[in-house]
């Protein structure tokens, strides 16, 4: 499985950022994809999940700022980010569950204040 994501970049704090995520290769249905970060001196952290159903789960500290959605026909995952925060500044990496785990190459987030 193969992911490449696309998005992140550079923002002013207060504004908003779009996340994409494409899994090929090896994909198929029932699925569990994700967002996770990695800021400077600090653990991977999960940010959202959201299952093939449309189930999702966000990490407390970006709980009615950040909305995670996908596209199963395109095995697509989608981050939106809105009133982003200084300490939303991380690495961004895809995941993509299905009996194995498997990461993407990750994308930058800075939010300038």
């Known amino acids: 499985v193969q992911l490449q994501a696309s998005g992140g970049g550079l923002v002013q704090a207060g504004g908003s950022l779009r996340l994409s995520c494409t899994a090929s290769g090896s994909v198929f249905s029932g699925s569990l994809m994700g967002w996770y970060r990695q800021a400077p001196g600090k653990q991977r952290e999960l940010v959202a999940s959201?299952?093939?159903?449309?189930?999702?789960n966000y990490a407390d500290s970006v709980k009615g700022r950040f909305t995670i959605s996908r596209d199963n026909a395109n095995y697509r995952v989608y981050l939106q980010m809105n009133s982003v925060k200084s300490e939303d500044t991380a690495v961004y990496y895809c995941?993509?569950?299905?009996?194995?785990?498997?990461w993407g190459r990750g994308t930058q987030v800075t939010v300038s204040s």
């Open positions: 959201i299952t093939s159903a449309g189930v999702t």
């Open positions: 995941h993509y569950f299905r009996v194995n785990g498997y």
